[in-house]
Structures are given as C-alpha cells and as structure tokens.
C-alpha cells in the first residue's frame, strides 16, 4: 500500500501535568510525514508518551498585594510573567489561601477588613470584620477561624470564617504584628512588637497560657511543619530565635550577618521553613538578601541577594521554588532551591508586601 502524507498535532510544551491527571494547556505544532501510518503512530504515541512521563514543570499562580497601588498581582512564575493586576481595596498587605485553595484573603488595612475572594475568578465574596488596620493574620489549618492583629488596638480579632462574623478579641502586647497558628492547631502565637514578646494562646479557649520574651522588635512568627519548633525574627536585634512549643522557650539564637553589609541594614522580617525541616529561610529587609539557614545545625549556610527591601517568602506547592516581594525594587524574586539560585526576578507593581501561591 502506498504511504500516505499524515499530519499530526504534536505538542510543544504543556504545563499543569501531574502523575494523576491528563495534560492542560498544551502548546501544539502540526508535523506532516510520509511515514507508513501505522509506524509513525506509534512513534507519535511513544514520544507523547515519554513527554507525559517526564514533564515536572507544573502551572501555579503567585498572587502579589501591592500597598500603594491597593491592587493584587497576579503571576505567571513558570513563564516569569505578570499576568495582570486588579484593583483589590486600600494599601493591601497580609494575603493567604485557604488550605483548600479555593478562597483567597487579603488584609486591605485602610479599608479595616479583610476581603475573602473566589481564588478562580477573584470575584469579591465577603468584607471580614477585621478589626481597625489589619496588617497580617494567620488561617487555622482547618480554615474555619482566621485571626487578625490589630496593632493599634493591641488585639488579636477572631472571625468564624463560615458565619464571616468576629467572634473574639484577644487582648495582647502593644503593637501586634507578627501572627501564625501551629499546623497541628494546639496554638496561636501572637508577636507584639513593643512589648518583645511571643503570646501562646490556646486556640480552644482563646487565652494566653504563657508569654515568652524574645529579642527587641519580633516580626514574624512561624513554625515547624511538625509544630515542635516556632521561629521568630527580630528586626532590630538582627537575629531569629526558634523556640521549643514545649517548653515555650528559646533554644537558639542565630545572629544574622552578612559579608559587606553593615548591621544597621540586617532587618529580618519573613521566615519559612520547608516541611522536612533542612532548611529556613529569612527575608533580610534593605539588606536585599534572603538567608538560607540549615534547620538542623542552625549555621547559616548562604545568603541570596534578591530585590530591594524584602518583606516576605511563600513557597511554590512543592517546595521547589521560592518566592519573595521586594517592596522598593517593586518586583519579586523566584528562587530555585534545589540549586538554591536566584533564576528570575518579575516585576509587579509599586511596593510588593504579602505573596500567596495557589497550585
């Protein structure tokens, strides 16, 4: 038989691939060949086939909140692209996803709310009653509380996020910023910056059980993905603690320092560390640097120089990236950990504050 001329749409580049699903968003070319059909398609089959296997490029969205363009950016990171901004309400700083990805939470400070949106179409569903000028708040695991602080107010304000009503105010030290819950949702940990403390509160009954002094001006707060450490960064002093949540209590303190950066310029604010507990990472303020610290030994093993003034981290879903907002160099920096190499910065709109990632 003779061979026939068979054209094929072969693809050229796909991404939200995942071992479970099918591909999405695949690219395509046509190929036209003169191989007998069968042969040539079963080639085809072959090579898609391999391609499906190999493919670990997987599609993500960064949002962004911009303080003083009150809007949220939303980003391409795999491509390094802004894809568009929208207006979201008043020098917008804390943002989070719910753990379900399905709704996402920005602090609109000026506005005194906390805006829940539709992840997907970022349709507005509710105005939180947060409290006056919220700045950050924490989510609990099961995302049926969010928690805000309120620095003016030196209060911690709890929403039931179904019934989208205030429910509790905690009272706290003065200047409350710094705020997360424990993953296994024993603890609310609330920092107040004047007061240079980290409050212990137990979630069930919304009390302070203990209080715990750390270094002047704590800033962020974070734990483990076990809960048995929390973390706690000291603008001022230039230091992270890690604290036992047992014991409540400091067992190291790491001095943050930078070759060729004067100490004045060492503000440590946005910490995470990666769900097996290698390593933390620390946004480093105007010392435009993220340092890299091994979560075991405590040495700081390197420091990455990012964008301008960094405030916060959040990490990709599978903890291959991580993403950083650069408030004075208006963009953010992607960082591929595996390699621990900063490979991209894009930018998104004047002074980038919180960053949130949804798979």
């Known amino acids: 038989m003779k061979n026939k001329l068979l054209s094929y749409l072969v693809p050229t580049r796909c991404v939200g691939i995942q071992s479970d699903r099918v591909a999405v968003g695949c690219a395509t070319r046509r190929v036209d060949t003169a191989f007998p059909r069968g042969a040539w398609e079963r080639e085809i089959l072959l090579l898609l086939g391999l391609a499906l296997l190999t493919t670990t490029v997987q599609a993500e969205t960064v949002f962004v909140s911009l303080e003083k363009d009150n809007a949220l950016a939303i980003v391409d990171p795999i491509d390094g692209k802004l894809i568009k901004t929208v207006p979201i309400g008043q020098r917008p700083r804390g943002i989070a996803l719910s753990s379900d990805n399905k709704f996402l939470f920005v602090a609109t400070s000026d506005d005194n709310t906390i805006r829940m949106l539709d992840a997907e179409t970022l349709k507005e569903l509710a105005k939180l009653p947060s409290g006056k000028d919220p700045e950050t708040f924490a989510l609990s695991p099961n995302g049926e509380k969010l928690y805000v602080s309120n620095e003016d107010d030196s209060m911690v304000t709890v929403i039931d996020v179904a019934s989208k009503k205030a429910v509790h105010e905690i009272k706290v030290g003065v200047e409350p910023e710094g705020i997360t819950v424990s993953p296994d949702n024993q603890w609310l940990i ?122 916060n981290l959040a990490f990709s879903p599978d903890q291959k990236r991580l993403y950083t907002t650069n408030g004075t160099s208006n963009d953010i920096s992607i960082i591929d950990l595996d390699t621990q190499t900063v490979t991209k910065s894009v930018g998104v709109g004047t002074y980038p504050w919180g960053v949130a990632v949804k798979p």
């Open 190 to 311: 609330s920092a107040s910056e004047t007061t240079n403390m980290v409050h212990w509160i137990d979630t069930k009954t919304n009390t302070i059980v203990e209080n715990t002094l750390v270094d002047p001006r704590p800033r962020a707060v974070n734990f483990t993905a076990d809960s048995q450490q929390l973390w706690v960064t000291s603008e001022m002093a230039g230091t992270v603690m890690i604290l036992d949540a047992k014991t409540k209590q400091p067992v190291k303190t790491i001095k943050l320092e930078v070759e060729g950066v004067t100490f004045d310029k060492i503000q440590p604010v946005g910490v995470v560390i990666d769900k097996e507990r290698k390593y933390a990472y620390i946004a480093l303020g105007p010392a435009n640097r993220v340092a890299v610290i091994n979560a075991q030994t405590y040495a700081i093993e390197k420091v990455l120089l990012v964008g301008q003034r960094v405030w």
